[in-house]
């Protein structure tokens, strides 16, 4: 089971030693040892070496391949100051691979955090705790016991402020207390609307008067969803000072003094903790040259965590667009934004060929031949994983130029933005002025995404943008705050002959109207497993597409319930050439399938044929606008037919990578979390109608338990049990026990460990969730098989110690 980064492991030291001797050729594979501990340069399973040294040796062998070199990490925590950086001299020669993968049965972790130990108590009243991390460093984010962990806030109401061009200004007097807030210029306004999240740093607070720093107030106080005039006014945040520690999971840091304060949920103990403080902005940086790109390398087994993206903390803030796009810098704002530029404006338009992206944790770009496979992406501060994204997002300096890429059987959680973005949003990534920067033959397969979005709501699980070939099939996905998947880029702006949308809208006076196709082409979502999502943001859908796509393919996925209504296919603006067949979508979709058609803009030769769903509406139609549209189910009550059973049972992981699903980290802490209720059910759920009333066990030594049908199917159904602390004082180990009504068995377990006999099933708790505070709960999950009924048990038995 994969645990949080393990506590008591000394950071591995970093300095490049001498390099190893060089070989000749190589005969067959070899392979270098690594530990956290590694020094000198033998790199040998006696003398194990340190990640760079392994690095230098590889760089001494690889000339001339005769097979892998492969650098094996033994278990344990490699803590890194400066990020680990891979160019074309780091490739497999001869088509053999460098391989960096995990040793047999270990769980190595790259992080980029320190560990935070020392904890005293700061403030008994309040419980807050402190501990000194030193000065001169800073993070936008934390994670305790491998949850991210919520900066000190306190919600504002939008009714209360009068934005101008300069700032807010408020006349409520409960307010009044923000003039008096010490480290005022470290104070940010987030404020989350319909499909934005977006962040503004606080100059000063003086005479109820908020002054903000530009340029981040300007660039996002025009344009769409703007932060003072939301399509949806969600919630609105002042956070990041002291004064606003009040709720148990906050943290906050004081940068001159260089005090970490925490506040623990109840049953914490820190001096038990796992505290993470992440210190670099990414993790790993994967790219040559067009000329001489990075290739033929594989990580796997290997989690990826520990980093925070500094970019929102500086004066340009986070200005977001969509989807890890944002802007930046000084640009020709209006001077009446505030009345004029509230639904765009040509101002606007004149800065969207030059939007930015978001830097990922770990960056590929310039290299083809390249996997990540069963490795995890826990507790990063951005995407977690930017594939031939913009210059701009890479540390290399050269974007794009990615291909025969794949993705396969990985883990992204509990993080501050998106799994993968795959392309860029500027000319080169559509129109590219070198055919080597085309990003193409793309791969992500049978991954798990959940719970991401942390900090930056307005993301989605899989973007490929400006892509050909790209495949997002069998995967898992849910618990999103906004899309489920999706493909494509440009609003469909950049497509041939342009949009007449945006000729209205003034875009073309500042950038080309192509006479020609983008680079987005054959890409295709298919097979996926993707439920409650769209749990925070509206304007969005399970699937999303964006402009052209000649071959564009949805076909096979489950779509199960969203959390604020929304679409199941939403073709937005420019959509075009995409087939849509065989889906299934469950749930109160406003609309199964939804084409955005405003301004006249090219949305059409839509093809949406033989999918079922809960929803009936739609305003895809046969005939209109190119589109073809027939042979559309609508089910009701759960009726789905056996076409609409096999689709809903062969989505999502398959076999060989259902294990992918115990490997997580501890129950979520009361504030990390973006979904109020994380699910861990597995994709062969095909649903009828949720079940029975939840059996409840009476209690016993502190445990409570509750169990529920969450699926059923013929053979076969999908349960959870919730087991409650329910004593005063905290557990360290509890079992759930029962006896099956009607002959059912468990085929699956996650989250817990199963002991069973005949219809006598005990579920005993794992490593990481078997210590829970008054008051907390955890969840486990299984499968099984039955021969009829799928009926709750009676009664359970829940025990703690």
């Not at 005090?259 to 914490?268: E, F, N, T």
């Amino acid at each position: 089971m994969l645990r949080p980064l393990v506590t008591g492991i000394a950071a591995a030291a970093t300095a490049v030693v001498a390099a190893a001797s060089a070989i000749p050729a190589l005969a067959a594979t070899t392979t270098l040892y690594v530990s956290p501990s590694g020094t000198g340069s033998a790199c040998s399973s006696a003398e194990p070496c340190s990640l760079d040294a392994a690095q230098t040796a590889v760089r001494s062998q690889n000339g001339s391949m005769s097979g892998d070199i492969v650098v094996q990490l033994a278990d344990g925590v490699y803590r890194r100051t400066s990020p680990l950086r891979f160019t074309a001299a780091d490739s497999g020669s001869n088509g053999y691979r460098v391989v960096w993968q995990s040793a047999p049965g270990a769980r190595p972790v790259i992080s980029g955090a320190r560990q935070v130990t020392g904890w005293t108590v700061a403030d008994s009243e309040k419980n807050i705790w402190k501990a000194s991390v030193g000065t001169g460093i800073d993070t936008r984010q934390l994670y305790v016991d491998g949850r991210m962990a919520t900066r000190a806030r306190t919600t504002v109401n939008r009714a209360d402020f009068t934005a101008t061009g300069t700032g807010l200004r408020f006349s409520n007097n409960a307010l009044s207390y923000l003039n008096n807030l010490a480290g005022q210029s470290r104070i940010e306004l987030q404020g989350i609307g319909s499909f934005t999240d977006r962040y503004v740093p606080v100059q000063s607070i003086s005479g109820n008067f908020i002054t903000m720093k530009q340029p981040a107030w300007n660039n996002n106080t025009f344009g769409y969803d703007t932060i003072v005039n939301p399509y949806r006014k969600g919630p609105m945040y002042l956070e990041n000072a002291y004064e606003f520690l009040d709720s148990p999971g906050e943290w906050y840091l004081n940068t001159g003094t260089g005090v970490l304060y925490y506040i623990p949920p109840s049953g914490k103990n820190m001096n038990t903790a796992d505290v993470e403080l992440p210190l670099l902005q990414s993790l790993v940086q994967l790219g040559g040259t067009y000329a001489a790109p990075a290739h033929h390398i594989t990580f796997s087994g290997i989690t990826f965590a520990g980093t925070s993206w500094l970019g929102p903390s500086s004066n340009q803030g986070y200005a977001d667009q969509q989807t890890g796009a944002y802007i930046s810098g000084d640009w020709n704002w209006p001077s009446n934004a505030l009345s004029s530029c509230q639904y765009g404006c040509t101002q606007f338009e004149s800065v969207r060929p030059h939007w930015n992206q978001m830097p990922a944790a770990v960056q590929v770009s310039a290299a083809n031949t390249i996997s990540f496979v069963r490795d995890r992406f826990l507790n990063l501060g951005q995407t977690a994983l930017g594939i031939g994204n913009d210059a701009n997002a890479h540390a290399s300096g050269v974007g794009l130029g990615a291909s025969s890429i794949t993705v396969t059987g990985n883990v992204f959680a509990y993080s501050a933005a998106g799994a993968v973005v795959a392309g860029g949003v500027q000319a080169d990534a559509h129109h590219p002025s070198d055919s080597r920067m085309v990003n193409r033959d793309l791969t992500f397969t049978n991954n798990l995404v959940h719970d991401i979005g942390v900090d930056y709501r307005g993301i989605t699980s899989f973007l490929p943008t400006y892509v050909t070939n790209a495949t997002i099939s069998h995967n898992e996905i849910y618990n999103m705050p906004y899309l489920g998947v999706a493909f494509g880029y440009g609003w469909g702006s950049n497509d041939a002959g342009g949009s007449p949308d945006y000729t209205n809208r003034g875009l073309y006076n500042y950038q080309p109207r192509y006479s020609t196709a983008t680079t987005a082409s054959n890409n295709k979502i298919t097979q996926n497993y993707v439920h409650d999502v769209m749990q925070q943001m509206n304007d969005g859908a399970c699937v999303y597409t964006l402009s052209a796509n000649p071959g564009g393919q949805v076909s096979g996925n489950y779509c199960l319930r969203a959390g604020t209504g929304q679409f199941g296919l939403y073709f937005d603006e420019g959509s075009r050439s995409i087939t849509a067949t065989n889906n299934v979508f469950d749930g109160s979709w406003w609309m199964f399938a939804h084409g955005n058609y405003q301004g006249g803009n090219n949305t059409g030769a839509l093809t949406v044929t033989n999918n079922w769903a809960s929803s009936s509406s739609t305003d895809v139609t046969n005939g209109d606008r190119g589109n073809t549209a027939y042979g559309n189910t609508t089910v009701t009550n759960g009726n789905w037919p056996t076409g609409a059973r096999s689709v809903m049972s062969a989505a999502g992981l398959e076999a060989a990578y259902q294990d992918i699903k115990n490997e997580t980290v501890p129950s979520p802490s009361p504030s990390a979390s973006p979904s109020s209720s994380p699910s861990q059910s597995p994709s062969q759920s095909p649903s009828q109608s949720p079940s029975q009333s939840p059996s409840q066990s009476p209690g016993g030594r502190g445990c409570a338990a509750a169990y529920r049908v969450v699926n059923e199917w013929p053979g076969g159904f999908q349960g959870e049990v919730t087991v409650r602390n329910a004593g005063a004082a905290a557990t360290t180990s509890w079992s759930v026990s029962w006896t099956f009504p009607s002959g059912q068995t468990i085929t699956q377990v996650w989250n817990g460990t199963l002991s069973q006999s005949g219809s006598a099933v005990t579920v005993s708790n794992v490593s990481y969730n078997g210590a829970l505070g008054a008051g907390a709960s955890t969840t486990f999950g299984f499968t099984g098989s039955s021969s009829g009924s799928s009926g709750a048990p009676a009664s359970l038995t829940c025990t703690a110690s």
